[in-house]
């Protein structure tokens, strides 16, 4: 027998029932945490690291939102507060009279967007006037007013000889909510 061999038989020899019971334990212990503990530390391990790229990952976004958020902020100081309405609404009214454009009485309907930071104010207007007359007064509205579109037109002649055309036509500004 080798000396090492030899001391630990005699080391064995010494010991009482309890010496081995608590050696077994240390050595089912030893073995539990190198079974299962051990591979759950590793993974507790991995979930940090990807938690720390997560967070890295974010904080490098954040330019791109706050980027974002002032291009949405920019877009939205385009648009003229909804006090200004009725000197929009004169101005179709002005390039109607310059097209010598006879206005019935239109229609009006305010509606809030989905955002709650713009208001559409639809105008239907029906007017009277010649197909040209009535084509130069969309353009210059359409042209004059950056904030309006033309959502529709219909044209209705009482007699195909008759010059006068009797339209509807309905256009909507895009006004900010003013608080």
């Not at 044209?155 to 509807?168: C, H, V, Y």
Request: aromatic share 10%.
């Amino acid at each position: 027998m080798t000396r090492p061999h030899w001391q630990l038989k005699r080391w064995l020899r010494r010991r009482s029932r309890e010496g081995f019971i608590g050696l077994a334990l240390l050595v089912i212990c030893l073995s539990f945490d190198l079974a299962l503990l051990g591979p759950t530390h590793n993974r507790l391990e991995q979930l940090r690291k990807n938690l720390a790229s997560v967070d890295t990952h974010a904080s490098a976004r954040l330019p791109e939102q706050t980027l974002a958020k002032q291009q949405l902020t920019h877009y939205y100081s385009y648009f003229p507060p909804q006090s200004s309405a009725p000197d929009w609404l004169n101005k179709i009214y002005r390039a109607a009279g310059a097209q010598q454009i006879q206005i019935i009485q239109g229609e009006y309907r305010v509606q809030r967007s989905e955002t709650g930071k713009l208001i559409r104010y639809h105008i239907t207007i029906p007017v009277i006037g010649t197909y040209a007359q009535l084509r130069h007064f969309i353009a210059t509205v359409l042209t004059d007013i950056p904030i309006a579109s033309l959502d529709n037109v219909s044209f209705e002649r009482q007699k195909i000889e008759d010059p006068t055309i009797t339209a509807k036509v309905t256009f909507t500004l895009y006004l900010a909510v003013t608080t």
